[in-house]
Structure formats: structure tokens, C-alpha cells
């Protein structure tokens, strides 16, 4: 299923010129990377809300919270291999925003329809209007995430900053 959806993503992504200067880091504050002690997909998306909050990325939490889990309604954002990306666009922002979790261990429970733990939680806020600007940002975490190996360095880091590190290399 990753595969599928990156193969999507890069075909999309073929129509649009990349920028050369992108950077992950450019999205993502060093709080809003979070160890998740979570075990739900709710208490996940709770959990980095909060660190979204707290770092002035979004003004309202709840809404934010609901509007996450309503786009969950349209389907699922768990897209294999211990990956999920929740997300939603609104005219409210003028950026694209990025939180991130990282859970160890058992990983958490994302839905009924994927019993496969989450160890990789990607939670992406920004603007309805910018949809290749979502897109590039989204091909970029997915490639940074695609391979076992990836994802195995990923879950050994140990840091905020060392997270950071190893994504901006994508």
C-alpha cells in the first residue's frame, strides 16, 4: 500500500517542479516532536494537537483536534508499515505545519480496519490552497520513511534534535 501511494505521489509530483531548498526542518518546530506514550490514534493526534499549540502553530485545539479526526471519517490516513498521516487543510492558515510522533515499542493502534501498530505519526496543518506545496512536503516524509532501514534509524533516535537531523536529510 505505501508503495501505491508513493508511486502516486512521485507521478503527481513529476508535474511539479521541486523545489531544490526544501527542507523538512522549514515545517517543523523541535517541540513538536513527540516520544508518543500513546496506545490510540486519538490520544496520538491529542498529543501532538497539543504540541502544535503550545508551539503557536495553531491558535484553536479542539478544533483542530475535530477537524483531524473528521478527515479520519473519509478514510483512514494510516498508509502501511507502521506509518500514519493525519492532516487537514483550512483557509484559516497561511503555511504548512508539520508534528510529529514517534512511538516505540508496541506502537499504537490507529483504527479497526489497520491492526498493524503506528510507530510513525506525521501530522501535517496548513492551507487549502497550496496542494503542491502539500504534496511535495508529503512525498518528502514518505520518502524519508519508505525503507526498513529508514524507518529503523528513525525509531533509534533518542532525541527531538537527532529526529530532526535525520529528516532533513531528505
Not at 522549514?26 to 513527540?34: A, F, I, S, T, W
Not at 514518505?142 to 527531538?160: H, I, M, N, P, Q
Amino acid at each position: 500500500m505505501v508503495l501505491a501511494i508513493l508511486e502516486r505521489i512521485e507521478l503527481l509530483l513529476s508535474k511539479i517542479k521541486k523545489r531544490k531548498n526544501f527542507n523538512l526542518s522549514d515545517y517543523l518546530k523541535p517541540n513538536c516532536v513527540v516520544f508518543l506514550d500513546a496506545t490510540t490514534r486519538n490520544d496520538a493526534v491529542k498529543t501532538l494537537t497539543d504540541s502544535l499549540y503550545e508551539s503557536s502553530q495553531i491558535h484553536e485545539r479542539s478544533l483542530f483536534t475535530q477537524a483531524l479526526l473528521a478527515r479520519e471519517t473519509l478514510g483512514s490516513t494510516a498508509i502501511g508499515e507502521g506509518i500514519a498521516v493525519p492532516h487537514t487543510k483550512s483557509k484559516l492558515y497561511n503555511h504548512f505545519f508539520l508534528a510529529i510522533g514517534i512511538t516505540k515499542g508496541d506502537g499504537l493502534v490507529w483504527d479497526d480496519k489497520h491492526p498493524d501498530p503506528i510507530h510513525f505519526v506525521f501530522l501535517i496543518g496548513g492551507p487549502d490552497n497550496k496542494p503542491e506545496e502539500y504534496l511535495e512536503l508529503l512525498s518528502h516524509l514518505t520518502t524519508a520513511v519508505k525503507g526498513k532501514d529508514e524507518r529503523a534509524a528513525l525509531l533509534s533516535c533518542t532525541s527531538c534534535q537527532e529526529v530532526i537531523d535525520r529528516l532533513s536529510t531528505f
